[in-house]
């Protein structure tokens, strides 16, 4: 049996994910991980930045990824919006007219597409204003329409010329793309959609949006296009009625004095159509050839009414800054995975973590040190039981507190990096925690370092001159991540040539998700 997901699934789940985003029992974080991802092991490669790997999809890569971040930014309503392909308008350009029935056997007249979302419907001008083509001037005899001369800049809710060329053009208002949106969304390629379109108290939206509601103002259809002019119908201008399973809609037609249909304006666009005729019995006693007039039907009630189904909304774009705003995200570390998180839990619990920002490192401060350590060197410590073992994510001089992270690769076989037996598996295969001990840290560098085990807190003075916090709890010297390991569902994961930050640096992470 022949089926199809519809256009309309893929926008609704891009609104279930935005929702999911904005619920407040919800925490979505965009995380940076993978510190020094060209260490060899399980999920790392030497050639990472020529040759970066695909992330595998199953429960054992995503173990490997929960244990490798080292930050996370939370994701507000703010940094969430909804995407449309971004079509610019040129002068000069054709641009295809708004149809609800491009098909494989009715492919749209320049771009030939099979589907609304395809064609090139709707554009955004050189003020961030978005616009639907109602008319192009095109019909059965000129199909692709004309060539667009004036760009539209109004605001007016009703179709609207655009200037005084006669190029033919009806353009319908949608919304502006406001300036924090184009500071956090801007992108050659999409155009980000208002938040909360639906219920948004924004003076501009919520006038196109309850323009758009036949409902209220019984203006649903805004053209009929004329397929075929037809022969021998009544000359003159004539109001006639809009049939079909609505009511209400009412279209002047034009009849030269060949007897063809030379133009239609829609006078009253009524509501509840699924499909129209226009009623030209009262004109066409004499007709030799038959006339075919399409009443143009939008996506819903009206045209602006739910701007997501008017322009294919099937993306979402997630936006994250990190900066050295805290020293949970130090500037010396390295990052080769970007990715969004979804309810991790606060560390030793199980509540939804609901900070701002994590830190999943692990983080230990030193009292004295020799040598230098080296981000991405192994660290280790005797503890009760066995060894403690890490990776150097970060080591920050002023404070000596160096930051790190556990993952397989310091407890699997070191020959193979799997679970290949080995001498010592009993001891060197078991995960330690670092302890608050009098035990050195040391590196494979020659790097030592001795536990500040009379420090607590979360800030330090090293200098006596200023207070600088450390972003996360310290105990007796040691610092847990925030969030427990592995915890919340790892949604998105994006496998990236390694990005090292440094003082003076800032970075934006915008990551698309399509439906």
């Known amino acids: 049996m022949a089926a199809i997901v519809t256009d309309q699934f893929r926008i609704l789940n891009a609104g279930n994910f935005v929702d999911s985003v904005t619920n407040s029992s919800n925490s979505y974080y965009v995380f940076v991980g993978l510190s020094n991802p060209a260490v060899v092991g399980y999920g790392r490669t030497t050639d990472w930045d020529t040759n970066t790997p695909n992330p595998t999809d199953n429960f054992d890569y995503q173990s490997f990824v929960g ?84 760009e539209p800049t109004f605001t007016d809710l009703e179709p609207s010329k655009a200037g005084v060329s006669g190029d033919g053009y009806l353009w319908k208002y949608l919304y502006t793309v406001s300036p924090s949106d184009i500071i956090k969304f801007d992108s050659t390629e999409y155009i980000s959609l208002p938040s909360d379109w639906a219920t948004s108290t924004n003076a501009q939206i919520s006038a196109v949006r309850n323009n758009g509601d036949s409902d209220t103002n019984e203006n649903q259809i805004k053209k009929v296009y004329i397929d075929l002019q037809g022969l021998g119908y009544s000359q ?46 009262s004109i066409n006693a004499s007709s030799s050839t038959k006339a075919k007039l399409i009443p143009i039907i939008p996506p819903s009630k009206g045209q602006g009414y739910e ?19 805290t020293r949970d995200f130090p500037t010396d570390v390295t990052f080769g995975q970007i990715g969004i998180v979804k309810n991790p839990t ?55 507190v160096l930051k790190y992270f556990q993952d397989r690769n310091s407890f699997l076989n070191q020959t193979y990096f799997d679970a290949t037996d080995y001498v010592g598996v009993s001891t060197n295969a078991k995960l330690y925690n670092f302890a608050s001990n009098a035990n050195a840290v040391t590196s494979t560098g020659g790097f030592s370092g001795s536990v500040d085990t009379g420090f607590t807190g979360i800030s330090t003075n090293p200098t006596g001159t200023k207070l600088i916090s450390l972003g996360t709890q310290f105990t007796n010297g040691v610092a847990n991540p925030e969030i427990n390991k592995g915890s919340g569902d790892v949604v998105y994961i994006d496998n990236r040539p390694a990005i090292s930050r440094n003082s003076r640096q800032k970075e934006d992470v915008k990551i698309i998700l399509e439906f």
């Open 236 to 281: 003159g201008s004539h109001e006639l009625n809009i049939l079909g399973d609505g009511s209400g809609g009412k279209v002047i037609v034009d009849v030269d004095a060949n007897g063809k249909v030379t133009n239609t304006v829609v006078s009253s666009g009524g509501k509840d159509y699924t499909y129209g005729m226009v009623d030209l019995g």
């Open 67 to 150: 244990d490798n971040m080292s930050f996370g930014k939370k994701v507000t309503s703010a940094n969430v919006r909804r995407l449309a392909r971004r079509i610019d308008w040129t002068r000069g350009t054709k641009y295809e007219m708004y149809r609800h029935d491009y098909s494989l056997t009715n492919l749209s007249p320049t771009t030939k597409s099979s589907r609304l979302y395809d064609a090139n419907y709707y554009v955004m001008n050189s003020e961030y204003k978005v616009y639907i083509c109602i008319d192009n001037g095109s019909s059965g005899i000129n199909t692709t329409g004309n060539a667009s001369l004036d």
């Open 346 to 400: 606060s560390i030793g619990s199980t509540n939804v973590f609901t900070e701002n920002q994590f830190s999943s490192l692990g983080a230990i401060k030193f009292s004295s040190v020799t040598g230098t350590v080296s981000v991405g060197t192994k660290i280790s410590q005797a503890v009760t039981g066995g060894t403690a073992k890490g990776y150097v994510a970060s080591y920050d001089t002023e404070t000596k």
């Open 307 to 325: 701007s997501d189904k008017e322009l294919g909304a099937d993306k979402v774009l997630v936006y994250a800054r990190f900066d050295d705003s």
